[in-house]
């Protein structure tokens, strides 16, 4: 069956360490994935997107990997802060218009 | 650009009452989601349509639920008649299309409890 995990639903660090997010997927073929980010109450706000073709994306202290021959990507968060606590969600782009989503993680930043 | 724009944003009704939710996406955008947020089943899409025209429905839970877009600039998702079940956020989100790679903006949300 089709499947997203997405690492433990919280992951707590301390301020100024690098945080890393897993998204794994199964029985998908996905042509580019994306991060989202969400706080409580509000929308998933896009963050970043990388292609099937691409290896790596960055942006500012965002960090993505995507392993399509592993079924991985790997969201990085640099010199963490406190701001950057909210859930985190992956999701499949799998054709025109339709997106899946992992239930998301958790990320809390201790100062 | 105000963003996809949802009414309401706070709903509590009665089990078996209809309830309408609205959206608004960002003008020009052809892709037009519906997407509901548990704690349970997480994000889940319901329905999406392109060009106003719903592509796929597969994820509408059942009869009771229905959704239409009369024209680019509105949509509605209909539950008729609710349950408590159907308890969550229901979020509306639009995107340009395979042209932009997908970006999905969100509005932020409409919450719905049904007692």
């Known amino acids: 069956s089709q499947k997203i995990e997405q690492n433990s639903e919280a992951l707590n660090i301390q301020e100024g360490k690098t945080a890393t997010l897993t998204c794994n997927y199964t029985?998908?073929?996905?042509?580019?994935l994306q991060w989202y980010r969400q706080d409580p109450g509000r929308g998933p706000v896009f963050l970043l997107l990388i292609r099937e073709n691409e290896k790596e994306k960055r942006k500012e202290r965002l960090k993505v990997t995507f392993d399509t021959t592993l079924k991985q990507s790997l969201f990085h968060i640099t010199a963490s802060q406190p701001a950057d606590s909210a859930t985190y969600l992956c999701a499949l782009g799998l054709h025109a218009g339709k997106s899946t989503f992992g239930d998301g993680t958790t990320l809390t930043v201790k100062p | 650009d105000a963003g996809v724009i949802q009414s309401p944003r706070h709903e509590v009704t009665e089990m078996g009452q209809e309830v309408t939710l609205r959206c608004k996406p960002i003008?020009?955008?052809?892709?037009l989601f519906w997407y509901r947020q548990t704690m349970m089943r997480g994000l889940e899409l319901l329905i999406y349509?392109?060009?106003?025209?719903?592509?796929?429905d597969s994820g509408m839970p059942e009869d009771r639920f229905s959704a239409k877009m009369p024209n680019a600039s509105f949509s509605t998702l209909k539950i008729q008649p609710s349950e408590p079940r159907d308890s969550a956020v229901y979020f509306c989100?639009?995107?340009?299309?395979?042209?932009?790679?997908?970006?999905?903006?969100f509005g932020e949300g409409s919450w719905l409890t049904v007692v």
């Open positions: 989100a639009s995107s340009l299309g395979t042209g932009t790679g997908n970006t999905i903006y």
């Open positions: 349509f392109n060009n106003n025209v719903p592509i796929d």
């Open positions: 029985n998908y073929s996905p042509a580019y």
């Open positions: 003008s020009g955008h052809d892709y």
